[in-house]
């Protein structure tokens, strides 16, 4: 998350039960990693109007173990967004990851793959 924050502002945009999702952030440390900055809905990819009139940004880029979710992402924000699909992770696993459209942008092993992006790597296309 470190590595993150000197690309851009992170913030984590979660699905999940309100109650539950909180405290598994907090106790992973990722709360305190993006200072507070986390938004946590039932179904992320609807309220991603939201996301931006909270958070402003000419480009975002999304990370995460769904597929689906990020092609619904996608098509929504278009070329506004970058999708990084991370195959970790039972979701990842499943035999429809490799099938959804549009596909992600990047594709990742690993969560810590990320420490080899650079901030050109997320860039808004010409």
């Given at each position: ?18 109650v ?8 992973s440390?990722l709360?305190?990693a ?28 999304m990370?995460?173990d ?10 929504i924000?278009?070329?506004k ?13 499943a ?5 959804t ?8 092993e ?5 420490t080899?992006y ?9």
């Open positions: 998350m470190a590595h993150l924050a000197t690309l851009g502002r992170p913030v984590v945009l979660s699905d999940g039960d309100i539950f999702q909180p405290r598994k952030i907090q106790r440390g709360w305190d993006v200072d507070g900055r986390v938004m946590i809905y039932l179904h992320k990819e609807r309220v991603l109007d939201h996301m931006q009139q909270r958070y402003p940004a000419k480009h975002y880029v990370i995460d769904k597929p689906n979710l990020l092609a619904a992402m996608k098509t924000l278009k070329e967004v970058t999708t990084v699909f991370v195959r970790q992770g039972h979701y990842a696993l035999p429809e990851s490799n099938s459209r549009p596909a992600p942008d990047e594709v990742i690993r969560i810590s793959d990320l080899r650079r901030l050109s790597d997320f860039q808004e296309p010409p």
